[in-house]
């Protein structure tokens, strides 16, 4: 039996069939094989982008600017390295992949909103260990949808509307979007849903409902306000 290539691999080495060499490699070219390598590596972490909605994630920690310029860039470093090892160890649990690092924070997907909303409550209460002795918190926003690659990125609107959401987030606290809230909460017996209330998202003409996800008791999906 012949091991299994994926996609994006296959169309990565036909792009380069054709250009010959590396020589020969354009720049559209070049952003046809990125695109390419990307796919196989959303196909490796079992995100389809042509099928069912992805779950999308956006985590930054509160304060970091500011705790920085206390504690230097070194301290920084750290705290990135610490964030950064908790942040991979769930993701390879809920079989997402990291779409990019920003910083002081990530964007994720997720094969769906479910498994983005499970992998945000173990990310959430596994980099309190090193957050809180650094008087830190973090906040974390979840969405769904369809995205298109671009490059080496995932774009679209219901990525720019998962990154409005984080600024809606208080410290501490996963907002998930409605959206995400009634694709997820059938398959999440253990977690809770508090209504935040409705915001409107800077460039976003629809109003959105935001929702705090919390742990409860199997079967209590309804957090009272």
């Known amino acids: 039996m012949k ?108 094969p769906t909103a479910s498994q983005a909303i499970r992998a945000s409550l173990e990310m959430n209460r596994s980099i309190l260990s090193s957050l809180e002795p650094r008087g830190l918190s973090a906040r974390i926003s979840v969405h769904t949808g369809r995205p298109v690659i671009w490059s080496d990125d995932i774009i679209g609107h219901d990525v720019n509307v998962t990154s409005r959401l984080l600024d809606n987030c208080p410290a501490g606290t996963i907002v998930v979007s409605e959206a995400a809230k009634t694709l997820a909460e059938r398959r999440l017996r253990t977690v809770g849903f508090k209504f935040l209330g409705t915001v409107r998202l800077r460039g976003v003409e629809r109003p959105c409902l935001l929702y705090a996800a919390k742990r409860v008791r199997r079967g209590k999906n309804r957090i009272p306000a």
């Open 3 to 110: 091991p299994h290539t994926s996609k994006g691999i296959r169309a990565a080495a036909n792009i380069l069939a054709r250009a010959g060499s590396t020589s020969r490699l354009t720049p559209p070219t070049i952003r046809r094989l990125v695109r390419a390598l990307l796919r196989s590596e959303f196909e490796a972490s079992h995100i389809d982008l042509r099928s069912s909605p992805m779950g999308l994630v956006f985590l930054d920690v509160v304060d970091f600017t500011q705790w920085t310029e206390s504690n230097g860039d070194h301290a920084a470093v750290d705290l990135l390295d610490d964030l950064e090892r908790s942040v991979l160890r769930e993701i390879r649990i809920g079989k997402g992949k990291i779409i990019k690092r920003l910083g002081d924070g990530f964007f994720l997907a997720f």
